[in-house]
């Protein structure tokens, strides 16, 4: 556990940020590395990979529910000195989770082979679905206990045994892909399917880990299965702030789906194009997205302690370093756009369409920096409504204005890409909005104030 309500606000975030991205470079990579070798099977192999992981976010979004919720009030309870009410919380929260996703991947699993022939038109691509689901289920259904034990641990402020879960993850996919996709070593060729089985492989050896780990009696979070839904009052109220990010996740899911269903027209190379270009994307945002879950944690600790003029702080460091980041970013994309895209993929025509995805995208950068700071502060003191409203009326704003625009002469993808970049303005705007209406009517110390010294 460590202590975030005392020292510098700004070298607790650098530090943290620093550990969670770290933590995310490796989940990307693991990502980045299958549509690597996966793009040495073609087309067909990346459109698999990209229409089946669209629809299996909507299963992953019902993690959050149960562990940014769970997670939020662990870093409440650290900044409280209540270590009873943090283990209560974090078993309950590892119990339900078991028994969510266990539940949900059987009925996908069942359907998959109606799940691929939905997801596409094309025979070849809607049985290389089926064929890839049959292991995909299972690897996502491993790495639930890991997502949920990690995140944990995390909000207490202990970030390294996420790391380094997440590092071992990496590198024994890494090793196991190929063997797996390709037949190397004597192992059988599973083609696309492989790339899901090898995830499945790695991700049973490092959640077994963690569980031992976190079963050590001189954890500052035990893990102890006889207490699993013991007091469901604790999940209760780590559903009231959980429900929302998780609903935010589908949401999120459910217009990404829309455009990949928009984009079934423009044939395979445009949809191959979309889930690299979305991909390096999430790679891209990784050094916003490790700031705001440090934020978030920093926000927790300090609002549970009733720190409320280190929250403040927090939120002004947190912009401070956001804005700083996102325009090196943006030019980082536009100067190496097509050499990213010509990483994944031998076709130059899915090179030239992924190149233009990415710059076009990268305008919303520097808005998304922004939002994902106000809303980061507003998580960590138990508010997730406000991001929640802001994305459904972002994807209300994306959906309609994406439907439309298909409908209009000579409609082309780019069109697709700009109206994301005005939904990520928008997140800008609400956050703005949210962030005067939970501070600015508290005039002891303005948002533009000095910091204070404890806070420097």
């Not at 790679?283 to 705001?292: F, T």
Request: aromatic letters at 8%; proline letters at 4%; hydrophobic letters at 55%.
């Amino acid at each position: 556990m460590k202590d975030l309500t005392q020292g510098s606000i700004t070298a607790h975030l650098l530090r943290m940020a620093g550990a969670f991205q770290l933590n995310m470079a490796a989940t990307t990579l693991l990502s980045l590395a299958n549509i690597y070798w996966l793009g040495r099977l073609g087309a067909t192999a990346q459109a698999t990979v990209t229409l089946a992981g669209i629809p299996m976010m909507l299963l992953l979004s019902l993690m959050p529910i149960i562990s940014v919720g769970s997670g939020i009030l662990i870093a409440q309870a650290v900044g409280a000195r209540d270590r009873e009410r943090a283990n209560g919380i974090f078993n309950e929260a590892f119990g339900c989770s078991l028994i969510v996703v266990a539940v949900i991947g059987a009925i996908v699993w069942i359907g998959r082979g109606t799940f691929g022939a939905w997801l596409s038109s094309d025979p070849d691509v809607a049985a290389s679905i089926a064929r890839y689901v049959r292991w995909l289920v299972p690897s996502l259904v491993v790495q639930v206990p890991i997502i949920v034990l990690s995140g944990a641990l995390d909000f207490t402020g202990n970030v390294r045994v996420g790391v380094f879960a997440q590092t071992c993850m990496v590198v024994l996919n890494a090793v196991f892909t190929p063997i797996f996709v390709f037949g190397w070593l004597g192992a059988p060729r599973l083609d696309v399917e492989g790339a899901a089985f090898a995830t499945f492989a790695a991700g049973t050896l490092v959640m077994t880990g963690l569980v031992v780990y976190s079963m050590r009696g001189a954890s500052y979070l035990t893990l102890a299965p006889r207490t699993w839904l013991a007091r469901p009052v604790l999940l209760k109220d780590a559903l009231k702030i959980g429900l929302p990010v998780g609903i935010e996740g589908a949401v999120a899911a459910t217009y990404l789906l829309v455009i990949a269903m928009l984009l079934r027209s423009f044939g395979q190379d445009q949809q191959a194009a979309f889930g690299i270009g979305q991909r390096v994307f999430q790679a891209v945002l990784i050094p916003l997205l490790a700031l705001s879950n440090a934020t978030s944690v920093l926000a927790g600790q300090n609002h549970g302690a009733e720190r409320e003029d280190r929250v403040r702080e927090t939120l002004r460091t947190s912009l401070k370093l956001g804005l700083l980041a996102a325009p090196l970013l943006v030019v980082a994309i536009e100067v190496f756009a097509p050499a990213i895209g010509g990483l994944f993929s031998n076709d130059a025509a899915v090179t030239a369409m992924a190149a233009t995805f990415l710059r076009i995208v990268a305008a919303g950068l520097v808005p998304l920096a922004c939002a994902y700071a106000v809303f980061a502060v507003l998580s960590g003191m138990g508010n997730t409504r406000s991001s929640l409203y802001t994305q459904i009326a972002c994807a209300a704003l994306i959906v309609t204005a994406a439907a439309l625009a298909s409908r209009l002469p000579g409609f082309e993808p780019s069109r697709l890409w700009w109206i994301l970049v005005a939904g990520n303005a928008l997140q800008a705007l609400l956050a703005w909005q949210f962030a005067r209406r939970q501070f600015g009517h508290r005039p002891r110390q303005p948002l533009g104030a000095p910091a204070s010294d404890a806070a420097r």
